[in-house]
């Protein structure tokens, strides 16, 4: 039997930065030290969710992947606790600027990179004045213990980002996100559609699926938390609601998961020549 524990962080992110790293740090120890192997903190945990607005000054804010002050800590703490951490940062790349994921491993080494692929905009998440559309594709890690799909916020929306991993080999799915009211529409509560939508990704890949969200309010915008993880049927195994701070975790077996995506036999019934419709622009 092959079983591993993950665990998924929920708090509060106002910043400044070195406050923030901080308080993930404890949390990532308080994880390992209930047996997480793979700890998952939000997106962009190193300051408040700045694309909010568009202000040409918190570019200075981006760095390369190396010099990130959140990468550099996850990378020190990853070797000190022998732990992965997918770890979300605002990058600079030269001219260029990604919403991207660091894989840290369990010797602090970077794994690789993800750069999120799908870029929303829109009142309070106006994140394409600030990212360019991830140049990575979609990338899978292979670990000791399991491989791993990590997909980031806005990503979770898309079926298409969850099979692609699925097809490249993951076993679990992880996505840390900063989601929460809508500024445009404040009686428009999405965390359940946001719930609902990866929790059909579990079910319809047959594989557990951990999600990590921010909370608090910001400028006057409420993060709605509610992280979570929920097994290869769906079924909840650990969750937080709208306040709580702390650290969900939950043990996984892999075998057994693997028996029921057999079973299902949504892989073995696809039909890829019929597809093609989806690579169409419109």
Known sequence: MTEITVAALQLALPGPEAENIAKVSE????????????????????????????????????????????????????????????????????????????????????????????????????EKFYFRPGNTGFKTWKTPGATLGVGVCWDQWYPETARAMMLMGAEILFYPTAIGSEPHDPDLDTSRLWRRAMVGHAVSNVVPVVAANRIGTEDGQRFYGHSFICDERGDILAEFGASETGVLTATLDLDRVKRHRAAFGFFRDRRPELYTRLTEDR
């Open 27 to 126: 949390l990532v120890r308080e994880a390992a030290a209930k047996g997480a192997k793979v700890i998952l903190p939000p997106e962009l945990f190193e300051g408040p969710y700045f694309c909010r607005v568009e202000d040409e000054g918190l570019f200075s804010n981006a760095r390369p992947t190396d010099e990130h002050p959140s990468v550099q800590a996850m990378q020190k703490l990853a070797a000190e606790l022998g732990v992965y951490i997918p770890t979300s940062f605002f990058e600079c790349d030269g001219p260029h600027h990604y919403n991207s994921l660091a894989m840290v491993d369990d010797k602090g080494a970077i794994m690789g990179l993800y750069r999120k692929s799908h870029i929303p905009d829109g009142p309070g998440y106006e």
